[in-house]
């Protein structure tokens, strides 16, 4: 598992849960203290930017890979209950969420590095017309 990838997938399960998502028919519910220690003062931020992003790269998994995310991020993250689900022994479920990680975190580093060459050809842009 790929912790900063995993972080991620629990932005995205906050805000499909709490309904920034549709079409995965899952019910919209208040997140509330789910994931933050069960203190209802807490709150845990959600990036919807971001987690908008990780939708669609989870969607674009391949159809077991993606199933596999979204039972272990919206559902359970009971290994043996999602081998259960899948019909699978839990190695195949351990498979799946790496190679489902490291998917994502290609796609995922692919995005910044394109947008850093954009940034980064616009700041060349800029200090041309300033002649810099």
């Excluded at 990680?101 to 041309?128: G, K, P, S, W």
């Amino acid at each position: 598992m790929i912790d900063w990838v995993d972080r991620r997938l629990n932005n995205w399960a906050r805000w499909v849960v709490g309904g920034g998502a549709t079409g995965l028919g899952y019910a919209a519910m208040q997140w509330g203290s789910v994931g933050s220690g069960g203190n209802p003062g807490a709150h845990i931020p959600t990036d919807a930017v971001e987690a908008s992003e990780t939708h669609d790269e989870v969607m674009r998994l391949p159809p077991e890979l993606r199933r596999t995310m979204e039972l272990r991020y919206l559902e359970t993250e009971n290994r043996a209950a999602l081998a259960a689900k899948l019909a699978c022994a839990v190695a195949t479920v351990d498979t799946r969420i790496t190679r489902a990680h490291r998917m994502l975190a290609d796609a995922f580093m692919a995005v910044e590095v394109q947008r850093r060459t954009e940034r980064e050809a616009i700041q060349r842009a800029v200090n041309r017309a300033r002649g810099v």
